[in-house]
C-alpha cells in the first residue's frame, strides 16, 4: 500500500501536471532560455521496424537478445514510454514523417476496394526530406512495407532501386568483416544502406537515409539459424512447427497459412508461448541486421557526425485482451514503440521517463540539422527530443494523442501515468498506467475530475487532427492512391 502522504502528494502532483498540460498541450512552447545549445548534427540515419513492441527489447525489459539495438541506449537515450500515433502502418507512417496527426490527411476512399479512408499528404506540403535534397544531401530511402509509403509522406526520399544479385555480391565482399554473411532475402534487403556506407563518396555529401524493415511482422518466420533456438521438440505440441509458422494475417488453408486472429483464441498457453517465441527470435533477426547497418556507419567514419534514430510504427497484440495482430485497438501493446536516439547532442546512457511520440520525431531530426520548423508546412506540434533528453526539467508536460480515424471508433489521449480512452458512443475509460499497466482498471467512475480533464484535452487534440486540404488534389489522384493502396493492402493480407 502507498502511505497516504505520498498519495496526497501524487494527486497533487497530477493535479498540477493536468493544468500545466492543459496550457501546453501541443502548443510548442519557446525554447527555454536556460536550454543549452546542442551541437549539429551532419548526417541523419532513420530506422524502423515495422510492428516491433517496445517491450520486447531487452533495454526495455524484453526477453529479445538485441545488443544492437539496446547499444543506441548506451551511447545515447532511450525514451521509455513512447507512443505511435495510430495502431497500425499507414497513419502512423503519416504522423513519423511530417510530425502532424494523421486525422489531418484522412480522406475519403473507395469502400468496394476495402479502403473506406485513404491517407494523403498533399504534394505541395514540404517536408523534411525535400528540404534536405534540395539542400544538395543525398535522401535515400528502402521501405520494405508498401503500406507505409502509400499516405504520400515519403515525398523528397529517393527509392533506391538495388537488385538482389548486387546484394549477394555485396555480401560476398563486405559478409565477413561484418559478421553479417546470412544468405536470407530479408537481410540482403539492408546491403544498399551497408553499401551505400562502406563505400560514402569523397567528398563527403551528408545524406539522410531511412531503411524501414518488414520485420517482425507476421507471419513469424525467424531466420533459420535463430529457429534453432526454439527448442521447438520437447515442447509437444499438437501441431508441427511449419502450423505455427504460417500463422499471419491470411488465411490460406491449402498453404498452410492460417490467420492468427482466427486461430489464436483457440490455442493452448504452450502454443502461444511458441508464437511469442517466434515473434522473439524475429525481433532478434531484426537486431542483427541494425548491427551490420550501426557497425558498417562506424566503419564509414561517420557515426559521431550521425543523428541515429531508431523506432517501429505500432506494436503487436500478442493474445493480451483477446487481441491478434494490430490495427484493432489503442491499448499498450498496440501502441508503445520503441524510440532511441545516438548522435551529436544526446546525452549518452540516459532514460527518458516522460511520455514522447512520434509527433516529435521529424521536429528532433530537423533541429539537429538546423532545418527551423518554419521551413516544414507540417510539423507543428512536436518538441526536440534532444532538448528533452538534456534538460527533462525545463520542458513542460505533453499529451499524446492517439487515433485511427479510419478504423477505429476511439481516440486515446495520454499524459503522464494517466490514460483516457473515449469511444463514439461517448463511453470513456481512465487508466493509471503506473499501478495498472495492462489497463484492466477503469478509473473513469471514481477520478471523474481528472476524466474531465483528459476530455479537454482529447477535444484539443481532436480540432487539432481535423482534415486539411491544400488544393491540389483531384478526384483522379485520390482514386488511383485508393486502387494503389488496395493493392498493398491485399498484398501484405490485410484484404482477403
Ligand atoms: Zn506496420
Redesign the pocket.
Known amino acids: 500500500m502507498t502511505p497516504p502522504r505520498a498519495r496526497v502528494l501524487r494527486w497533487t502532483l497530477a493535479s498540477a501536471l493536468l493544468w500545466l498540460a492543459l496550457l501546453a498541450c501541443r502548443e510548442v512552447p519557446e525554447p527555454h532560455p536556460e536550454a543549452p545549445q546542442l551541437p549539429a548534427a551532419t548526417n541523419l540515419l532513420m530506422l524502423v521496424s515495422?510492428?516491433l513492441r517496445a517491450d520486447a527489447l531487452s533495454c526495455y525489459g524484453g526477453e529479445a537478445v538485441t545488443p544492437a539495438i539496446c547499444s543506441l541506449a548506451e551511447r545515447g537515450t532511450l525514451f521509455e514510454v513512447a507512443y505511435s500515433a495510430a495502431p497500425?502502418?499507414l497513419p502512423?507512417a503519416v504522423t513519423l514523417f511530417t510530425g502532424a496527426p494523421p486525422g489531418r490527411y484522412q480522406r475519403p476512399g473507395d469502400p468496394g476496394r476495402g479502403t473506406e479512408n485513404l491517407y494523403r499528404v498533399p504534394g505541395q506540403e514540404v517536408l523534411l526530406a525535400e528540404v534536405l535534397a534540395e539542400r544538395g544531401w543525398l535522401v535515400q530511402r528502402r521501405v520494405e512495407?508498401g503500406?507505409?509509403a502509400q499516405g504520400n509522406s515519403l515525398q523528397g526520399f529517393a527509392d533506391t532501386r538495388y537488385s538482389a544479385a548486387r546484394a549477394r555480391e555485396a555480401r560476398a565482399r563486405w559478409g565477413r568483416e561484418l559478421a553479417f554473411e546470412a544468405e536470407d532475402p530479408r537481410y540482403d534487403r539492408v546491403w544498399w544502406l551497408l553499401e551505400r556506407l562502406l563505400e560514402s563518396p569523397e567528398p563527403q555529401q551528408p545524406f539522410f537515409y531511412l531503411h524501414w524493415l518488414q520485420d517482425p511482422?507476421a507471419a513469424y518466420r525467424p531466420p533459420d539459424h535463430l529457429q534453432r533456438r526454439l527448442e521447438f521438440g520437447p515442447r509437444r505440441l499438437p501441431q508441427d512447427l511449419d502450423f505455427y509458422l504460417g500463422l499471419g494475417h491470411r488465411n490460406r488453408p491449402e498453404k498452410g497459412r492460417r490467420k492468427i486472429r482466427e486461430v489464436g483464441p483457440d490455442l493452448s498457453p504452450a502454443e502461444l508461448e511458441l508464437v511469442r517465441d517466434l515473434y522473439l527470435r524475429e525481433v532478434e533477426s531484426v537486431d542483427e541486421r541494425v548491427g551490420a547497418i550501426l557497425s558498417a556507419l562506424e566503419r564509414s567514419g561517420r557515426l559521431d557526425d550521425t543523428l541515429v534514430l531508431f523506432t517501429s510504427?505500432?506494436g503487436e497484440a500478442l493474445g493480451e485482451h483477446g487481441n491478434f495482430l494490430?490495427g484493432v485497438s489503442l491499448q499498450e501493446e498496440l501502441v508503445r514503440i520503441p524510440i532511441l536516439l545516438a548522435g551529436p547532442g544526446v546525452p549518452p546512457g540516459t532514460r527518458v521517463r516522460t511520455p514522447v511520440a512520434h509527433r516529435d520525431v521529424v521536429p528532433t531530426l530537423a533541429a539537429a540539422v538546423g532545418v527551423a520548423q518554419s521551413a516544414l508546412t507540417t510539423a507543428d506540434g512536436g518538441r526536440d527530443l534532444r532538448e528533452l533528453a538534456n534538460s527533462p526539467e525545463l520542458q513542460p508536460p505533453m499529451a499524446v494523442h492517439l487515433s485511427s480515424p479510419d478504423r477505429l471508433q476511439e481516440e486515446a489521449i495520454v499524459l503522464g501515468d494517466l490514460k483516457l480512452i473515449a469511444r463514439s458512443d461517448q463511453s470513456v475509460s481512465l487508466y493509471d498506467l503506473a499501478q495498472d499497466p495492462g489497463e484492466a482498471q477503469d478509473l473513469a467512475s471514481s477520478r471523474p475530475e481528472e476524466t474531465e480533464r483528459l476530455l479537454q484535452l482529447l477535444r484539443r487534440a481532436r480540432a487539432d487532427s481535423r482534415p486539411v486540404v491544400r488544393g491540389d488534389e483531384d478526384a483522379a489522384e485520390l482514386e488511383r492512391a485508393a486502387r494503389e493502396t488496395e493493392q498493398e493492402l491485399r498484398a501484405i493480407g490485410y484484404i482477403d
Open positions: 515495422d510492428t497500425w502502418t502512423s512495407n503500406v507505409a511482422h510504427d505500432h494490430h
